[in-house]
C-alpha cells in the first residue's frame, strides 16, 4: 500500500523516483511483534532530494521529519512504524553519495543469498534479542539485524554461528568476499561485503559482543528456551526496592533532569560521556563507584523541586522525558583530614611550590620516605555534596549540560523511593540483579 502510494504521488508530483521496500521485512527475515518497515525513495545521482522528500511528507500527512545525514519521515502507518527515506541510485556501494545509499545494495546482497536460511536468521535474532544483544543503535550497541544476517549466510545455520563465536577473541575478523585490507580497530570486524571499507559491526560493544559469545557457549552446552524468551522484568515494588537498598548496604545516588529534544542516536553516547564525567569527579575526590547505570525514560515526567537546583526555580520536566542516572557509592563518607603527598624533598622548586600551595594544612609539612607530605582538610566529606556543588560545572555534552543546568533533582538512598514511574522501577530491577544468560 505505502509503495503504491509513494507511486501515485510522484507521479501526480511529476517527480521521477523508484521506492524499494529493504531491510528484513524484504528478506523475509522480520521477527514476530516488529513493527517497523522501512521504505526507500530512490533518485538518480545528480538530481536532489528535496523532491522525494515531499513525496514522502505528502504519504504521512501526520508525520515526524527526522535527519540522520539528510531528512527522512516517519510515521505511523495501520499500526506499524514506518521511515521512508530518500537516497540515490548510485551505480557501485563503495561509491555511496550518504550512508543510505548502501541500503539498497544491502538488500540486494542478502536477497540473493538468504533463500532457505530464513528460518536460521530468524532463530539467531531472537537468540540475540533474547540476551540483550540485539540492536545496532547506540542505545543497545549490538548486532544489527544485516550484521545477524551475513553470520548465518557465513556458517549456514543458527548453531554454525554460535559454535564460530564460541571462539571469538578481540579483534576477530570476517571477510565474505575476501576483497579488504583496511584494517578496522574494532572488537569485530565482518567486512561489508558492498563495501569493502566499512565494518559492519563497527556499533559492536565489546561488553555485547562477549555477552553473545559467553551465551552461545552456554546454550551449546545447555540448550533452553530462556534464551529466546527470558522471563519478563517487573517494576519493583517499594518493599522490593526498600529491602535491595537495605541488603546492599551501599549508598545510591541518583540525578534526574529533563531530557532534551534529541533522537536516541544523539542523546546516548553523551548520556554515556556523562556517566563517565560524574564518576570521575566522585573517584577523584574519593568517593569510591561500585557501580553506576543510566538511561533516558521517554515517556517519564518529574518534578524538580525548590532547593534541588542551586537556587533555580521548580519546574517540570516536559514531554521529552527524564534522564536519570544512578551511581552506587562504596564510600559516600570520607573523614574531614586528607592526606597529600608532595614531591621529593631534593627537588627544591617543587618542594617550595607544594609547600606554598598549601598554605593552611591541619598537619605538616612534614618528610615520609623522603617526600613532603601535608594532611588537609577536606572540601566535601560527602559523596552527595560533592555532585550537588560540582555537577553543573562538569561537561556533559551538547544537549545534556544545558538541560541539566536549568534543573536537576538529586536522591539519596531511601530517597529514591519517590521515584514511582514503572520505567524507573524497572531500571532498577534489570540494575540490582545484572543477571545475564552468560554462566
Same mark, same amino acid.
Given at each position: ?98 550512508? %543510505? ?89 565482518? %567486512? ?248
Amino acid at each position: 500500500m505505502i509503495i503504491s502510494r509513494i507511486a501515485e504521488l510522484a507521479a501526480a508530483e511529476g517527480v521521477v523516483c523508484e521506492s524499494i521496500l529493504v531491510g528484513s521485512a524484504a528478506r523475509g527475515t522480520w521477527l514476530s511483534g516488529d513493527h517497523d518497515l522501512d521504505v526507500f525513495i530512490g533518485v538518480s545521482e545528480g538530481s536532489s532530494l528535496l523532491p522525494a522528500l515531499e513525496v514522502a511528507r505528502l504519504v504521512a500527512p501526520e508525520h515526524e521529519e527526522r535527519y540522520a545525514e539528510h531528512a527522512y519521515v516517519h510515521a505511523r502507518f495501520e499500526g506499524f512504524e514506518v521511515d521512508i527515506v530518500p537516497c540515490y541510485l548510485v551505480e557501485d556501494g563503495s561509491r555511496i553519495l550518504s550512508a %543510505v545509499d548502501r541500503t539498497p545494495f544491502h538488500n540486494r546482497y542478502v536477497s540473493r543469498r538468504i533463500g532457505g536460511l530464513e528460518d536460521e536468521v530468524l532463530l539467531l535474532k531472537q537468540f540475540m534479542k533474547g540476551i540483550g544483544v540485539y540492536g545496532s543503535e547506540l542505545k543497545v550497541g549490538g548486532f544489527s539485524g544485516y550484521l545477524a544476517e551475513l553470520l548465518v549466510i557465513r556458517r549456514g545455520s543458527f548453531l554454525g554461528v554460535l559454535e564460530e563465536a564460541s571462539s571469538w577473541r578481540p579483534g576477530e575478523a570476517i571477510d565474505l568476499e575476501g576483497h579488504s585490507s583496511r584494517v578496522h580497530d574494532d572488537p569485530l570486524v565482518v %567486512v561489508d561485503p558492498v563495501d569493502p571499507g566499512r565494518n559492519v559491526a563497527a556499533a559492536l560493544t565489546l561488553d555485547r559482543m562477549f555477552t553473545f559469545v559467553a551465551a552461545s557457549r552456554l546454550f551449546l552446552e545447555e540448550p533452553g528456551m530462556e534464551f529466546f524468551f527470558p522471563p519478563p522484568v517487573f517494576p519493583l515494588t517499594d518493599d522490593e526496592l526498600r529491602e535491595a537498598i537495605s541488603d546492599r548496604k551501599s549508598t545510591l545516588v541518583l540525578l534526574e533532569f529533563a531530557g532534551p529534544d534529541q533522537v536516541e542516536d544523539v542523546v546516548f553516547p553523551q548520556l554515556r560521556k556523562a556517566e563517565q564525567s560524574v564518576c570521575a569527579l566522585l573517584d577523584r575526590s574519593g568517593f569510591s563507584v561500585l557501580r553506576s547505570d543510566a538511561d533516558w525514560h521517554r515517556g517519564a515526567r518529574s518534578e524538580v523541586r525548590d532547593g534541588e537546583t542551586a537556587g533555580r526555580r521548580p519546574e517540570t520536566f516536559g514531554g521529552c522525558g527524564v534522564i536519570r542516572m544512578l551511581f552506587e557509592l562504596s564510600v559516600a563518607v570520607l573523614p574531614r583530614v586528607e592526606r597529600r603527598v608532595g614531591p621529593p624533598v631534593w627537588e627544591a622548586e617543587h618542594a617550595k611550590k607544594f609547600v606554598k600551595s598549601h598554605p593552611e594544612p591541619l598537619s605538616g609539612p612534614y618528610v615520609e620516605d623522603g617526600r613532603l607530605v601535608v594532611e588537609v582538610a577536606r572540601k566535601f566529606v560527602e559523596g552527595p555534596e560533592l555532585l550537588r556543588k560540582r555537577v553543573g560545572g562538569l561537561s556533559l555534552g551538547r544537549h545534556l549540560g544545558p538541560e541539566l543546568r536549568r534543573g536537576y533533582k538529586i536522591y539519596v538512598g531511601q530517597e529514591i523511593l519517590e521515584v514511582g514511574d514503572p520505567e524507573f522501577r524497572v531500571f532498577l530491577a534489570r540494575y540490582f540483579s545484572a543477571r545475564q544468560m552468560v554462566g
